[in-house]
């Protein structure tokens, strides 16, 4: 076995802790996004933060795959894999929004200051 | 005397032609004097670059059209009438289109409507079958010319057909070698043959729009540029977002808003929508034409989406970089935040 040269140690150093902060910050994305879902009022809002999951989670998770994989043939599946999401990721939030809205569930909306707005809501709240 | 009095919208098709003749011989059978008014709908306002070729491409087919009917009326009694519909708004959908006709019609005692049944303004796709049933319930009476359409499939499959079938053939013999091995003589002669029939079976369902030699690979080179100005936004909006959710008072607030996006319909209006829904914080619920109805989480989300950048960079992607340069929803009023009973 051939002696590492330390430029050579230093660089893999470098990688592994570049793929423990991507992977960490897939994680923490997430991490934040399930805690949307959770805490957020309605299918409307819980929608927008699920998407979190599937960009940057899925995003930083995947680059730091691919940096693990290195030059190699298998990284460019994980780019390809990233590119899918991202097409079907909008594809399907559009889609539980939209029949959320065909099936009648109405959006909770923040009181808006100018009056003609807040009738509207406060008019669509009691019914 | 009885005077025939018609409207004939046109655009820019191959039946177009066939359509002003129809119009002159059958107005000219119903009556002895014909008054021939030959419209161009424009499909945007001035506000958006293009509108000034638009306008320059309308009166050039007018002037042609005028042509056409003193051709086919010999010495027959028919008066010509042209004008240019819509100039002064933005016309989205077939609905639109039955409105500014019924209103001309209206001021101009027209009675009938010849229709071209190709008819097809601006650069959205063909309105006809939708057009005619806004027709039908405005009320206005109308009649489709009977055109040759042989002539168009025969004249125009060859190159059309290639190019897409080509297009086709290139994306999935690429994708199948990116997922094998571009080096192997197996994976080269396997990818080929499934590239064959996927082009074959599915050219015509792939691009629905016919593509352009040096057009489309100039749009994918944009796109390729789109992409990194996309992640940023992502990026940006994540953590705005973010931070929201994290902070135990959780400052939403959440609005649904109705920007009118100028986009065509079909592929960018679905990269539009898409990205809008891709960035946290805006969410697209519906797409009507170009409506979009859109969710937003965070006053920054909407504030951006208000700004339109993603609405340019899209616009940017597929239509070139001076067409980018439009005023943004807020500016040019096409943004407003609605209530829930927009749904």
């Known amino acids: ?127 | 005397m009885a005077v025939e009095r018609l409207l004939v919208p046109l655009s820019d098709t191959v039946t177009v032609r066939q359509t002003v003749g129809y119009a002159v011989q059958s107005g000219l059978e119903r009556a002895d004097s014909l008054e021939c008014h030959l419209v161009v709908a424009l499909p945007y306002d001035d506000a958006v670059p293009e509108s000034a070729r638009q306008r320059e491409d309308a009166d050039d087919l007018l002037s042609r059209a005028r042509n056409w009917v003193e051709e086919d009326a010999g010495d027959a009694d028919v008066t010509i009438e042209t004008a240019t519909l819509g100039a002064d708004e933005y016309l989205f959908g077939p609905r639109d289109y039955a409105e500014i006709f019924d209103d001309y019609a209206a001021a101009q005692g027209i009675d009938r409507v010849v229709l071209d049944p190709e008819y097809q303004p601006g650069v959205t796709a063909r309105i006809l079958q939708p057009l005619e049933r806004e027709l039908d319930r405005i009320g206005l009476a109308y009649d489709e010319a009977p055109v040759e359409r042989s002539t168009r499939r025969g004249r125009l499959t060859g190159s059309e057909d290639f190019d897409r079938l080509f297009a086709t053939f290139m994306v999935s013999y690429g994708f199948y070698l990116v997922l094998g091995d571009p080096t192997y003589w197996f994976d080269l002669v396997t990818g080929a043959a499934v590239a064959g029939i996927v082009a074959v079976s599915l050219a015509r369902v792939t691009f629905s729009v016919p593509l352009d030699r040096v057009q489309s690979p100039i749009r994918v080179v944009r796109f390729a540029l789109y992409i990194p100005y996309l992640l940023w936004e992502i990026v940006k909006a994540n953590i705005a977002v973010s931070a929201v959710i994290l902070r135990p008072s959780m400052p939403i607030e959440p609005t649904l808003t109705q920007v009118d996006s100028r986009v065509r319909s079909g592929l960018p209006l679905t990269a539009l929508a898409n990205s809008i829904t891709l960035t946290p914080g805006t969410l697209t619920v519906r797409a009507t034409d170009q409506r979009l109805l859109v969710h937003t989480l965070i006053p920054a989300a909407r504030e951006d989406l208000f700004d339109g950048g993603l609405e340019k960079a899209i616009r940017f992607v597929f239509y070139g970089r001076e067409s980018a340069a439009i005023p943004s929803p807020r500016e040019r009023d096409d943004a407003e935040i609605v209530g829930g009973d927009e749904l």
């Open chain 1, 1 to 127: 076995m051939i002696e590492p040269t330390p430029l050579q140690v230093t660089l893999e150093t470098v990688r592994f802790w570049a793929i423990v902060v991507l992977l960490g910050l897939g994680v923490f994305f997430t991490l934040v996004s399930t805690v949307g879902v959770l805490r957020l009022p309605d299918i409307y809002a819980r929608a927008h933060t699920a998407s979190q999951t599937d960009t940057l989670g899925a995003g930083f998770a995947l680059a730091g795959v691919a940096l693990a994989f290195g030059w190699q043939h298998a990284a460019v599946y994980t780019v390809l894999l990233l590119f899918f999401v991202f097409i079907t990721n909008p594809t399907a939030a559009h889609a539980i929004a939209r029949s959320a809205a065909e099936t009648g569930v109405e959006p909770v909306l923040a009181e808006e200051g100018e009056t003609d707005e807040s009738a509207a809501d406060t008019e669509g709240e009691t019914r």
